[in-house]
Nanobody, 113 residues
């Protein structure tokens, strides 16, 4: 059974940084591509970033150069480092193993202007 526990969200001013964590069980993070998604108020959930098993990273254009996805195999945890945050980054952030239907509860990020 796949379980995902996201944390690290909060309220931050524009230009600030946050690091999100996703503790994963039921899937080995370095043996499965992992992704971050987000859902802003009254908008559809959108893809943010992916890390493949080989370590390749891909980012949505809106976050490229500001966000970094990484993983710690020993902790079976995936991270999303978010820098230069903008108000439009406000959303609930979710991590998800590619190919699985499971979602966690997400972590709320609010960026004030």
């Amino acid at each position: 059974q796949v379980q995902l526990v996201e944390s690290g969200g909060g309220l931050v001013q524009a230009g600030g940084s946050l690091r999100l964590s996703c503790v994963v069980s039921g899937v080995i993070v370095n043996r499965n591509s992992m992704a971050w998604y987000r859902q802003a108020p009254e908008k559809q959930r959108e893809w943010v970033a992916t890390m493949t098993t080989s370590g390749n990273q891909n980012y949505a254009e809106s976050v490229k150069g500001r966000f970094t996805i990484s993983r710690d195999s020993a902790k079976n945890t995936v991270y999303l480092q978010m820098n230069s945050l903008k108000p439009e980054d406000t959303a609930i952030y979710y991590c998800k193993p590619i190919g699985f239907a499971s979602w966690g509860q997400g972590t709320q990020v609010i960026v004030s202007a």
